[in-house]
């Protein structure tokens, strides 16, 4: 959605052409999930209103082969017009250097991403977010595959039928299943620091997934 | 610094050896970690595994490490273990199975042994441990001085030292056994149901008389004409020999070799007058023992799932080191790891078969040839490099096409899936069996043999050369001799195919610059490093294929048989296809210790790397390319040819 009604249709970009190429092949259904990769991210912004707010800082950690690799941990700060005044007092966070243009970041961000599955808490409103910094260079939506580990969570406890006017959502924050799952939540409300939470989230989960016969990619994204 | 590798360093901090680390390794040590989480009952590692290339220090939970269901240690938070097998390079000696749910962090070793080198602290804590025997470095320092104080009393225990480390072996406790009075052919039958070659004959208590294996059927039973009506008692082996079973491994090893004994009884007080407990067989210790080519194609072929067949594949690794360390000969090793890359090949394929049996039943009478392609195709893929195969059915009626398709390409992908999950890398053109256009019935196949015999461009030749390789893995043979009777057609109708052909193979520029210095990649990721396959490799892979199918040679599949092969054919060229061979055989060893070593594909290599004489050795082996891509222009006057 746009403010200005006559925008063109916006031109993609190489880096954007390269990233959307990956997708010329989908994940077989029978992939056993050990063989996937997930890309389990977070981003910190300035409120919840898409059209209004914005991303402060982005946070990602890959999972592959089951297991949650330090080493490909990631933090990226986009620059933004509006002062970070206000959120810099809930958040801690202070004035960054090295932030990065729009474009620089997109850049990262799409070959960071690949065509990994992408996970978070309410992964949704994160990839609106992202979506919309990358918009320009004409990301029309991510189209990696993506789960929600709020849904998971609602279906491991609740069955595969699920009942969404019955579920207790102030039982499924990302505080409350950490809590439930025996992780210790520490950095709450940096990106990097949630999405390392919600990839220890992920692995347990994958495991109590397991034992209910959800074994492979397609069983996953039934 | 990132929060992340922030908040993994800091549980890091808090436990030794850590503690004593710089914050600048701490950090570089936190960015490599992998976190993994096994829920209670899980394994880890298995006793006889080969060491993963990690160790690990448990964040959350316990892990208790066993040896035969025994608990010999309990690992708590910020307990280091692992470490002994990976230093020590040899297999794990225990078992470590979750006690709780746990989270684990693992440490490359690489970067591990770096900071022992550098960190005098950190090393002494571990030498420390080692001296001692530990397994588990605990968190806290005293415990390891302990252990240090009991280690100089017991230094005696350690003389045989050299089984404990394997000593992986399983004791068969389920023995067969049956009565004196049963007769020869009952005693047969039953080892025949259970599939084991032997019997303990007992008596009623169960106390141990005597054994019947194998061998006694042949040579007191079939060669003396005796009547298997006869009662077991008449040919069994007796008394034998005992044992108890919480006997070392090393001294009930020992009284098998001593007695010459294929089988070792095993009961409860040691002694004939106590009731059987267990056996030992040789074949038990050999699988124990691990690396032989027979001992991992028979685990291969027993395996039950793919996740053990992935582990087998693990340990030929190793045997595969160990062969090009030893210049084992070429054509052995590549034949026992393509043997070794079948066999998982043809169990995945009758695992997927079984799985798909239900909804495709009337598919199982319908032929398929399992294609390999490039490499494995040519019976020389060594590492776990990428997968190339395909799928070739028989036709079928018009009303199953669409059924067949569908199940072929299932299957397909399930061998891929399963390929993948026993390390072998996915290929980046998707040339797999779980690619639609590649599983095809044999009029489709032959149709695109044709398209690209027919005509050939050069775009369509550097992707399609490798199909040239192919070779039937599982399935019938006959459907992949007759796609290979179609292409010596085609390509006899149209000759000049061979022309393409040839120019594809001298496009790979030569190996050496005009100072006779190696060309290395001027730019990107692998700059300055030289690429072994392209450039010296896929040059003599080319030219061989070119010439079998030049002089319509088929079944010959591996480059320097061909090139062998080539040598009888053209007998003035005799010297010089012996050399290529020589010269491709040095070049899949260098490659394959290269990729060892760095865990890679090892096609990249830098030269200023090898030693000088590894180095003249590469040089030498480019000298029949070049021979060969001067006698290929002439041949297929490739100066006057256009394509």
């Not at chain 2, 319509?552 to 296809?577: D, W």
């Not at chain 2, 070049?587 to 590894?614: D, F, T, W």
Request: net charge negative; charged share 25%; glycine share 6%.
């Amino acid at each position: 959605m746009s403010w200005w009604p006559f925008r063109p249709e916006e031109k993609k970009e190489s880096f954007v052409e390269e990233y959307l190429a990956l997708f010329k092949s989908s994940i077989p259904p029978i992939r056993k999930i050990n063989q996937l990769e997930f890309i389990v991210l977070d981003t910190e912004t300035t409120g919840l209103d898409v059209k209004k707010d914005h991303i402060i800082s982005f946070g990602a950690v890959k999972i592959k082969q089951g297991k949650i690799r330090v080493d490909s941990a990631i933090e990226l700060y986009p620059e933004s017009s509006k002062s970070l005044a206000n959120t810099a007092k809930i958040h801690g966070l202070i004035n960054r250097e090295n932030l990065l243009s729009p474009k620089t970041f997109s850049q990262k961000l799409l070959s960071y991403l690949g065509s990994g599955i992408i996970v978070g808490h309410h992964v949704n409103f994160d990839l609106e977010m992202l979506q919309k910094i990358s918009s320009p260079f004409g990301l029309k939506s991510f189209p990696n595959p993506h789960l929600d580990t709020l849904d998971l969570a609602v279906r491991l406890e609740y069955g595969p039928h699920i009942n969404w006017n019955e579920i207790p959502m102030r039982e499924f924050g990302l505080d409350q299943l950490c809590e439930r799952y025996q992780i210790q939540t520490e950095d709450r409300h940096t990106a990097a620091g949630d999405a390392f939470l919600t990839a220890q989230l992920l692995i347990k989960m994958l495991k109590s997934a397991e034992t209910k016969g959800i074994d492979s990619f397609g069983k996953l994204f039934r | 610094m990132n929060v992340i590798i922030n908040r993994v360093a800091e549980f890091l901090r808090k436990h030794p050896p850590f503690s004593f680390l710089e914050e600048g390794d701490l950090l570089s040590i936190a960015q490599s970690v992998e976190i993994s989480y096994l829920s209670k009952d899980e394994w880890l590692f298995h006793q006889g595994e080969p060491a993963r290339p990690h160790f690990f220090i448990l964040k959350e939970g316990q892990i208790m490490l066993q040896e035969a269901g025994e608990i010999r240690e309990y690992c708590d938070v910020g307990d280091v273990f692992g470490i002994l097998a990976l230093l020590g390079k040899r297999p794990y000696v225990l078992d470590a199975l979750a006690g709780e749910n746990c989270l684990i962090y693992s440490i490359p070793v690489a970067i591990f042994e770096k900071l022992l080198e550098k960190n005098p602290k950190v090393s002494l804590y571990f030498a420390a441990g080692f001296a001692a025997g530990q397994v588990v470095f605990k968190a806290d320092l005293e415990k390891g001085q302990e252990a240090r104080m009991e280690f100089s009393r017991k230094s005696e225990d350690h003389s045989l030292l050299i089984f404990s480390g394997q000593s992986a072996f399983r004791i068969s406790k389920n023995v067969l056994t049956c009565q004196p009075e049963n007769t020869i052919r009952e005693a047969a039958q039953l080892m025949d149901e259970r599939q084991v070659s032997s019997i303990i004959i007992c008596n009623e208590q169960g106390y141990p008389l005597g054994i019947i294996t194998d061998k006694d059927l042949r040579s007191k039973v079939l060669s003396k004409g005796i009547s298997p009506d006869k009662p077991c008692s008449e040919i069994m082996s007796s008394p034998v020999i005992t044992r108890k079973p919480d006997t070392a491994f090393a001294d009930l090893y020992l009284s098998m070799i001593k007695n010459r004994l294929h089988h070792l009884i095993l009961t409860e007080d040691g002694t004939a007058e106590s009731p059987v407990s267990g056996i030992l067989s040789d074949h038990d210790i050999l699988l124990s023992m691990g690396n032989s080519p027979a001992v991992l194609i028979h685990a291969l072929n027993n395996a039950s799932t793919i996740e053990e067949m992935a582990q087998i594949r693990d340990r030929a690794e190793t045997m595969l080191r160990y062969y090009l360390e030893n210049e084992v000969a070429m054509d052995f090793v590549a034949g026992v790891m393509t043997e070794i890359n079948d066999v998982i090949i043809q169990q995945a394929i009758a695992f997927g078969k079984k799985h798909l049996s239900k909804d495709y039943s009337e598919m199982e009478e319908v032929p398929f040839a399992f294609l390999s392609l490039g490499s494995e195709g040519r019976e020389e893929q060594l590492l776990r490099t990428d997968q190339d195969n395909a799928i070739l059915y028989g036709n079928v009626e018009a009303d199953l096409k669409e059924k067949a398709q569908e199940y072929f390409q299932h299957l397909g992908s399930y061998v891929v899936e399963a390929m993948l999950t026993c390390g072998f890398s996915a290929c980046p053109a998707n040339i797999m069996a779980s690619n639609a256009d590649l599983v095809l019935p044999l009029s489709k196949w032959k149709a695109k043999f044709s398209e690209w015999v027919l005509h050939p461009s050069p775009e369509a030749l550097l992707r399609s050369s490798i199909f040239f390789d192919f070779r039937v893995i599982s399935g019938s043979l006959a459907l992949g001799d007759e796609l290979s009777f179609h292409v010596f057609e085609e390509i006899k109708k149209k000759p000049v195919f061979l022309n393409f052909l040839a120019k594809n193979a001298l496009q790979n520029p030569p190996p050496l610059g005009f100072f006779r210095n190696f060309l290395v990649e001027k730019s990107g990721e692998h700059r300055d490093q030289f690429d072994i396959k392209a450039r010296a490799m896929m040059p003599l892979t080319d030219l061989a294929r070119l010439l079998v199918l030049y002089h319509g040679v088929s079944g010959i599949n591996n480059t320097f048989k061909r090139f062998e092969k080539l040598a009888e054919i053209e007998p003035n060229y005799q010297e010089l296809f012996t050399q290529a061979a020589k010269a491709y055989e040095i070049l899949m060893r260098m490659r394959a210790i290269e990729g060892l070593q760095n865990g890679n594909s090892g096609r990249y290599i830098a030269p200023e790397k090898l030693g000088k004489i590894q180095r003249q050795l590469l040089k030498n082996t480019f000298g029949p390319i070049g021979e060969l891509q001067d006698i290929i222009q002439v041949r297929f006057q490739l100066d006057f040819f256009r394509s």
